[in-house]
């Protein structure tokens, strides 16, 4: 089925904001409405509230394993992606971000790691299509969403990015794509707005049945032992700021729609 009217405005909102810091609020005039309040006048129950407690416990990690959405809760979910709540979420983890990064006295090897997906890059347009993470997760679906290249940037980390070029700090790209679709997101990196990095690291067949804290902690002391100084992570998932030669400092970006251990 389509998008509708709603998301396609949303995207083409995110687009603008991506290629001009100027405009970077633009996508929160396109929302759907805004989130349910956590509680009624008078302390009565409101449709919702769950949901706001499920999502806390998923962004503090205290909710692990989980495998999908709560059906009750693709609503909220929808809403918290494509309203303004998500891009705000974003905004204020670059923000800190970036003032600790100008804190900084920045050496040459000094190298902060990306991730890509809902880091980087954002997956919304297919995951619009796909009940915001109600639908068990689809390999095949998603790499074909992947091989069309047209995620585009989340523009608060692409901002964070070019300032961090702008202090002198070089940019790595570690992500849970595969080896295979190097070609393509490197072309789809570009198309967003990423210019130029040290590394763009994807997962090879050595790592096949490893999870993502084992694969990304042996990359980032390659990094290390390369002579990098890791002063920055950021990511959308725990299991890009857990393990091992993390980095001086994490940073976590809100993802309600998936888990990966």
């Given at each position: 089925?389509?998008?509708?009217?709603?998301?396609?405005?949303?995207?083409?909102?995110?687009?603008?904001?991506?290629?001009?810091?100027?405009?970077?609020?633009?996508?929160?005039?396109?929302?759907?409405?805004?989130?349910?309040?956590?509680?009624?006048?008078?302390?009565?129950?409101?449709?919702?509230?769950?949901?706001?407690?499920?999502?806390?416990?998923?962004?503090?990690?205290?909710?692990?394993?989980?495998?999908?959405?709560?059906?009750?809760?693709?609503?909220?979910?929808?809403?918290?992606?494509?309203?303004?709540?998500?891009?705000?979420?974003?905004?204020?983890?670059?923000?800190?971000?970036?003032?600790?990064?100008?804190?900084?006295?920045?050496?040459?090897?000094?190298?902060?790691?990306?991730?890509?997906?809902?880091?980087?890059?954002?997956?919304?347009?297919?995951?619009?299509?796909?009940?915001?993470?109600?639908?068990?997760?689809?390999p095949t679906a998603f790499n074909k969403w992947v091989a069309t290249g047209k995620a585009p940037a989340l523009p608060e980390s692409l901002q964070l990015y070019n300032n961090l070029l702008n202090l002198g700090?070089?940019?790595?790209?570690?992500?849970?794509?595969?080896?295979?679709?190097?070609?393509?997101?490197?072309?789809?990196?570009?198309?967003?707005?990423?210019?130029?990095?040290?590394?763009?690291?994807?997962?090879?067949?050595?790592?096949?049945?490893?999870?993502?804290?084992?694969?990304?902690?042996?990359?980032?002391?390659?990094?290390?032992?390369?002579?990098?100084?890791?002063?920055?992570?950021?990511?959308?998932?725990?299991?890009?700021?857990?393990?091992?030669?993390?980095?001086?400092?994490?940073?976590?970006?809100?993802?309600?729609?998936?888990?990966?251990?």
């Amino acid at each position: 089925m389509g998008l509708s009217p709603f998301v396609l405005n949303f995207f083409r909102a995110i687009l603008v904001a991506s290629s001009s810091q100027g405009n970077s609020d633009l996508a929160v005039a396109n929302q759907i409405h805004p989130l349910r309040p956590q509680s009624g006048f008078g302390g009565y129950y409101v449709a919702g509230v769950s949901c706001l407690s499920w999502r806390l416990g998923v962004e503090t990690n205290n909710i692990i394993g989980w495998k999908t959405v709560p059906e009750e809760c693709e609503g909220y979910v929808g809403n918290y992606l494509l309203g303004g709540q998500y891009r705000k979420d974003s905004k204020v983890v670059t923000y800190e971000a970036y003032e600790y990064a100008k804190s900084l006295r920045v050496r040459k090897k000094d190298l902060w790691i990306f991730d890509i997906d809902e880091t980087s890059l954002s997956n919304l347009p297919y995951y619009a299509k796909h009940g915001f993470g109600v639908e068990p997760y689809n390999p095949t679906a998603f790499n074909k969403w992947v091989a069309t290249g047209k995620a585009p940037a989340l523009p608060e980390s692409l901002q964070l990015y070019n300032n961090l070029l702008n202090l002198g700090i070089k940019v790595a790209f570690i992500t849970g794509r595969s080896e295979e679709q190097r070609d393509i997101t490197q072309t789809n990196l570009l198309n967003a707005g990423y210019h130029t990095w040290e590394k763009l690291i994807l997962k090879g067949p050595s790592f096949k049945n490893k999870t993502a804290v084992v694969y990304k902690s042996a990359q980032r002391k390659k990094l290390e032992n390369n002579g990098y100084n890791i002063v920055g992570n950021i990511g959308d998932q725990w299991s890009d700021l857990l393990g091992d030669n993390l980095g001086d400092r994490t940073f976590k970006l809100p993802d309600p729609v998936y888990y990966i251990s």
